[in-house]
């Protein structure tokens, strides 16, 4: 008997992804719960604590929510770019240096300036600084071809490090010499809260998600960014320009990234600081595409990654090591992953025809 | 300080790098991207250092470290040759598994002091030598490895039939189905053989760099690794050279931290790789390098004879 993959010739339908992502996940949290039982500790117990501490209460809830936000605007802007296949890996990096022009812009601010003006500042900065970045990549990218998978990875670590300089360096707080703080933004920079302890960050993800949509459904630029992903040659006849995909598609992403950083400085720490992000901007790849790039799929699975993160921290609340969510994280992804993944292909099954000698 | 002092720690710096990178050189050029280094190095830390204490020998650690980075390959090869996942959505979470696992199996092992450390060769009058002698031949025994290995590697790939059919393996892997050699199974073999190092450079931080486990303890040295492959155009010399420079890099930040009184701040140096990384892709970015170059031409790119 001989195993084999075959690509499928149609994409699956909704219904049938939908099934698969929730075997996927059915089929992650088996072996989560197999993982802590061979770790000795009672899965039952953990997944419960998990669960309250991801959805089971109010403010865990919010804290969940929150913590989606950069994740799912990350997602958004890297399934925009790979709607025209580019990969951008340097969401992190996007975010980072949004993080940096929104401080920046924040503590140049007046302490008399009118919040909404102010808060708008501080995203706009945010925003447009996450594209210049974004734009390091995107520029060789188009006109010399240099791969956008490693140069954004490269970027990141780059922007990463500047931030690290300047909240131990010139910006950093003597308030706080201990800690790698910037002095705080004015109260009149800082986004608020819409509902409970759920920051507006939040309607800022659903308005980008529903733009996201838009922009598939009817916007030529998303027509466009498709048919240079998926037939190259095809876009070329058709008049669209390989150049402008490149940068549009890539300034979009960054510009999302570098937006989720200025909402992370405006909306929860009020400052800049090192270790701004967990690494959101990694998170955001895994979250498109668990998601398959579908906007919706990108809210609900940010929310869930949020979920399983702030889970983490209730397990170690319960006794069990920190370090085993983050293995259940890899597990539950990769688990989710083969199965999403495997969506592409069927499983045949062939009896070995004998071919002797 | 010393420009002795400097080179020898730049060597001794760079090596867990240069032995990572090494393996990536492997699995990049056979065709698979793997963004899992950080967490291979990782696996291969904490499993060095505790085969190494349960044994109380250095050499079973650098044994089981091997070990554990192939079977950590082996999964990510499963994965991605096998199931045709994408390499870089695999490979970013192949990251996140090994800071959990290793995180995980490392916990009672912290503060636990070294049982053994890897040894330094003993030269004779080499040592003595001025200049040379403190650089180049006071190492342990593992700087000599993977200089060795560099050595081994250029030629294998150069020189050798089974290192023609490996560069061809990740320029046009159908060439090599048409050859009637098995693809995947090689591809098999090199990221498992790739992660092993990546295992083998871990264990340099937690064996003799350290020497003791210390969570997350590469800070970022796996991405170094890849950073330092395109850096190094696939080329294992320039590897070498390579590593020597950032290793060089990460010796003058780690002194001026010490020393204080930094010419320039710690975070500028610690760009410097990843911004050198940066000039060289520009640099074989326009075709004409790409193809003088070697870059791999199906990297990145699961191997499916019906869409050849």
Known sequence: ?357 | MSIELLLAAALVSGTPILLAALGELLSERAGVLNLGVEGTMLIGAVSGFAAASIAASVWIGVLGALLAGALFGLAFAALVVSLRLNQIVTGLAFTILGTGLSAFIGKPLIGVPPSATVPRLDLGPLADLPFFGPVLFRQDALVYAAIGLTALIAFYIRRTRPGLILQALGESPDVVDALGLPVAALRYLYVMAGSALAGLGGAYLSLAFTPAWIENMTAGRGWIAIALVIFATWRPWWVLAGALLFGTVDALRFRMQVGGDPIVDPHFLNMLPYLATLAVLALVSRSVMRRRLGVPAALGIAYDREHR
């Open chain 1, 1 to 357: 008997m001989l195993l084999r993959l075959e690509p499928r010739l149609s994409d699956p339908s909704a219904a049938e992804w939908a099934a698969r992502t929730a075997l996927g996940l059915i089929l992650a949290l088996l072996l989560a719960a197999l993982v802590i039982a061979l770790a000795g500790y009672d899965a039952l117990t953990a997944l419960a604590a998990l669960w309250r501490g991801a959805f089971g209460s109010l403010r865990a809830v919010a804290a969940t929510v929150n913590k989606a936000v950069p994740i799912g605007l990350c997602a958004i802007g890297i399934a925009l770019a790979y709607r025209a296949r580019l990969w951008n890996i340097g969401a992190e990096g996007q975010l980072y240096f949004g993080a940096f022009a929104a401080t920046g812009v924040g503590l140049a601010l007046p302490e008399t300036a009118p919040a909404p003006l102010a808060v708008s500042a501080v995203l706009l900065a945010g925003t447009i600084a996450g594209a210049a970045w974004a734009m390091l990549a995107a520029l060789p990218r188009a006109y010399l071809g240099m791969n956008e998978i490693l140069s954004t990875l490269m970027l990141t670590y780059v922007a990463i490090l500047w931030v690290g300089y300047l909240v131990v360096g010139p910006w950093a707080d003597p308030l706080t010499f201990t800690f790698p703080y910037s002095e705080p933004i004015p109260a009149a920079a800082r986004l608020g809260p819409v509902a409970g302890g759920i920051h507006g960050g939040v309607l800022v993800l659903a308005a980008v998600a529903l733009l996201l949509a838009a922009v598939d459904r009817g916007l030529r630029w998303g027509y466009e960014l498709r048919v240079a992903g998926d037939a190259p040659r095809a876009a070329i006849y058709g008049g669209i320009s390989p150049v402008g995909t490149v940068l549009t598609g890539l300034l979009a992403a960054g510009a999302l990234a570098g937006l989720a950083g200025a909402i992370e400085v405006s909306a929860s720490t009020g400052r800049l600081q090192a270790g701004l992000s967990p690494g959101y901007g990694f998170m955001a790849i895994l979250v498109a595409w668990l998601a398959a790039g579908s906007p919706l799929g990108i809210v609900m699975a940010s929310i869930l990654y949020a979920g399983l993160q702030n889970g983490g921290f209730a397990l170690q609340v319960a006794g069990i090591p920190p370090a085993i969510t983050v293995v259940l994280q890899a597990v539950l992804l990769l688990a989710a992953l083969a199965v999403v993944g495997l969506g592409h292909y069927r499983i045949r099954l062939f009896r070995q025809i004998g071919v002797t000698g």
